[in-house]
């Protein structure tokens, strides 16, 4: 592994779980924090075990709501988008060496090449020894090929764009095996903290968004596949949605079909398989669009990295902490899988997503360890899909 260095994080301010979400500049207005030094509670008498979200938009939305959604997402308002940054979780980072065995019974699904074709992926070895790294940690990071955007399974990352409370935002996501089955692969996987904004108590989820696989904005046809309308569709943690639980701030969100042609998202582009419960210690390779400085949003960026350590200093409803890897993505990229055993002829398993950093770690990202929750979100609260 290389280590490299490429710009800087800005400092800010982050506490542990439950915890004051802190936007730098870039990020607009975005998770608006209280009072520096203030904390915010969780809220006692809600599940921090369960699921939440709106299943009416499990079926399609209105034509005229499409319509609405891609005249508001102009050229314009979309190289204006803010980046949501990665959330800064202060200057406290903990870190552990990686737990060998996690609790949970190991289950995942695999992904599907395009025109629903599924594809089976063999498992491999964990990437990391038992015993971590210092930080900085090592991380080979580079901006995807522009020949490769188009191509399976690198097409299966896209931004994410959205309103919410008001402003126009973008994030990253990955086209993930759907609660709905082969039938309809119409799902996206990104974090909590892009679907709803929970920092002001008042729990605003998006409206508007879209979501554009394979998106390259240095070219006139920054959208190969066409845009995708979110039909209204998401889930999420409760531990997130109530009580800002980093430990558990992943998402769900299901869309329309192309604009281009009408087929499904897994139909034009394929999906990515999906774990949860398996080792701590593994190989990553993570996909984001980072927008914040020294980025610009306008490319797909991977990161190689093994698992560094786990967050020993941060509480939650996930019992297995949140794991660590060399990764210098800024905002923008939050929600940008983490996929075990991927290549280039197989997408391999979503394994977890660029989340949070520490400001005194600016080339560290953290993830949620991916547990039997994480794949209730994905299913959409059901016991298994």
Request: with cysteine; glycine share 14%; charged share 20%.
């Given at each position: 592994m290389l280590r490299n260095v490429i710009g800087s994080?800005?400092?800010?301010?982050?506490?542990a779980v439950p915890a004051v979400l802190a936007a730098g500049a870039l990020a607009g207005s975005w998770l608006a924090a209280p009072a520096a030094g203030a904390l915010t509670s969780p809220v006692a008498h809600h599940s921090v075990t369960g699921v939440i979200g709106s299943r009416p938009g499990l079926q399609k939305s209105g034509?005229?709501?499409?319509?609405?959604?891609?005249?508001?997402?102009?050229?314009?308002?979309?190289?204006?988008?803010?980046?949501v940054d990665v959330i800064d979780a202060g200057a406290r980072p903990d870190v552990q060496p990686p737990a060998a065995h996690p609790a949970g019974k190991p289950g995942s699904i695999p992904g599907g090449l395009p025109a629903g074709r599924g594809r089976a992926v063999t498992r491999s070895?964990?990437?990391?020894?038992?015993?971590?790294?210092s930080y900085p940690y090592p991380y080979s990071s580079f901006n995807v090929p522009a020949a490769d955007y188009t191509r399976w399974p690198y097409e299966l990352n896209g931004r994410l764009f959205f309103n919410n409370d008001g402003s126009g935002y973008s994030c990253s996501g990955t086209v993930v095996g759907s609660h709905n089955g082969t039938s309809n692969e119409n799902e996206v996987w990104t974090a909590g903290?892009?679907?709803v904004n929970t920092e002001a108590l008042n729990e605003v989820v998006d409206s508007s968004a879209i979501f554009i696989p394979a998106y390259n904005g240095n070219v006139s046809d920054f959208d190969p596949?066409?845009?995708f309308t979110w039909n209204g569709g998401w889930e999420t943690s409760s531990a997130w949605y109530y009580n800002r639980d980093l430990t558990e701030d992943e998402a769900a969100m299901t869309f329309n079909t192309s604009?281009?042609?009408?087929?499904?998202?897994?139909?034009?582009?394929?999906?990515?398989?999906?774990?949860?419960?398996?080792p701590v210690t593994e190989n990553f390779t993570a996909f984001g669009y980072p927008a914040g400085s020294p980025y610009n949003g306008a490319n797909l960026v991977e990161d190689v990295a093994p698992t560094a350590g786990q967050d020993s200093g941060i509480g939650g409803a996930d019992s297995t902490k949140p794991i660590v890897i060399g990764n210098p993505m800024t905002g923008g990229s939050s929600g940008g899988a983490w996929n075990i055993d991927w290549s280039a002829s197989g997408p391999g398993y979503?394994?977890?997503?660029n989340d949070y950093k520490y400001s005194n770690q600016p080339l560290a990202m953290y993830s949620p360890y991916q547990d039997t929750l994480s794949n209730d979100v994905r299913c959409f609260g059901a016991s298994s899909c």
């Open positions: 994080h800005r400092a800010g301010l982050r506490r034509l005229q709501q499409e319509k609405s959604i891609l005249a508001y997402w102009t050229p314009a308002r979309l190289r204006a988008a803010k980046p070895r964990p990437g990391a020894g038992p015993d971590g790294y903290h892009c679907l596949f066409g845009e604009t281009l042609n009408g087929r499904t998202l897994g139909q034009d582009v394929g999906w990515d398989g999906f774990a949860w419960n398996w979503v394994d977890g997503h």
